[in-house]
């Protein structure tokens, strides 16, 4: 596994590409990772693609939940949809630190 030291793009093969798909760095712009590095980025690929899957729903349901405080039926659907709202919000930026988190910890790639 290579790292584009210009862009972070990760690549997985025997060797390095010519020039990095992301930024075009030249071949030497690209460090190989220590199997540890490697390892720990192999193994949160799943856990951020899922956070990532759970944010795009969590939108859905705020974007939803506005729909129903918009509609206004009555108040205890308006009370249901204001805590949905807020709550995916709140979600939403949890998993955003937390992944910026796992960029800073190289769990990322």
Excluded at 40 to 64: F, G, P, W
Aim: charge should be negative; charged fraction near 30%; hydrophobic fraction near 40%.
């Amino acid at each position: 596994m290579f790292k584009c030291t210009v862009c972070g793009y990760i690549h997985e093969g025997a060797e390095a590409p010519e020039n990095c798909p992301k930024c075009n760095a030249p071949k030497e712009k690209f460090e190989k990772l220590a199997d540890e590095a490697a390892g720990l980025v192999s193994k949160s690929r799943l856990t951020n693609d899922l956070h990532i899957h759970l944010m795009a729903l969590l939108q859905e349901a705020e974007a939803i939940a506005g729909d129903g405080i918009e509609d206004a039926l009555d108040p205890a659907c308006v009370a249901i949809f204001k805590r949905t709202q807020k709550e995916a919000i709140e979600i939403i930026a949890s998993i955003k630190a937390e992944l910026a988190g796992h960029v800073g910890k190289g769990k990322w790639g």
